[in-house]
Structure formats: C-alpha cells, structure tokens
C-alpha cells in the first residue's frame, strides 16, 4: 500500500521555525520525486520545494527561496522541509506528494500520483 504520511507542522510566531516530515512508503522511493505543495484558505494549491531522490537536486519557489530547505533521507524514505524566518503568509495545510522522476522538476499538480493527508501551519503575526 502505498503512503505518504506528513507531520510536524503547528503553530508558529513569525520570524520562527518549523520542520515537516513526510514519510514514504509501498513505492520505490528513488524513482520519485518529492514535493511540499500548500494551500490556503480561498487559494489554490501552490508548490513550494521538490527534491529529486535519486540525486538530491532541489528546486524551490520564489516565495520561500532562502527560507526554506527540503532534505531526504533515502534510508528512512522520509522528505523534510524545514521552514525558517515564517511569515503570516505561509499559514496553510502543507501536503507532500510524489512524481515519478521522469517529470523533471516541476509543479504540475497533475503529474503527482501520490498524496499525503496534508499539515496545517500556522504563523502568527
């Protein structure tokens, strides 16, 4: 059975930190790519970081570029995103999901097969 399972998120003051956690499993994990997408209340789904397993190349969006670093662990087959110097704007359920690495790095919602269950963050002002 295939699972993505993502933890860690919370609340938060802003200028703060938090780290998520998504755990893969029932897939081949270096044949994927892993992103973090967010979406807020009233906006659309939106990409924030990918990672390549196969070789840890890592593409992130505008909005988080210097903030934010997604990491893997290839043993544990678990994506993190750690996320410094939160700001309001990134309050949202943050999901994690996996591409087939053939895609390239992208955030084509529709190339991604699987999907975790989503972790509210929460940054206050």
């Known amino acids: 059975e295939v699972q993505l399972v993502a933890s860690g998120g919370g609340l938060a003051r802003a200028g703060g930190s938090l780290t998520l956690s998504c755990a893969a499993s029932?897939?081949?994990?270096?044949?994927?790519?892993i992103a973090w997408f967010r979406q807020a209340p009233g906006k659309e789904r939106e990409g924030v970081s990918i990672?390549?397993?196969?070789?840890?190349?890592?593409y992130y969006a505008d909005s988080v570029k210097g903030r934010f670093a997604i990491s893997s662990d290839n043993v544990k087959k678990t994506v993190y995103l750690e996320m410094n110097s939160l700001n309001p704007e990134d309050t949202a359920i943050y999901y994690c999901?996996?591409?087939?690495?053939?895609?390239?790095?992208?955030?084509?919602?529709?190339?991604?097969?699987?999907w975790g269950q989503g972790t509210q963050v929460i940054v206050s002002s």
């Open positions: 999901a996996a591409a087939p690495r053939r895609y390239g790095l992208a955030f084509t919602i529709a190339l991604y097969d699987y």
């Open positions: 029932g897939f081949s994990f270096a044949d994927y790519n």
């Open positions: 990672i390549r397993n196969s070789d840890g190349h890592t």
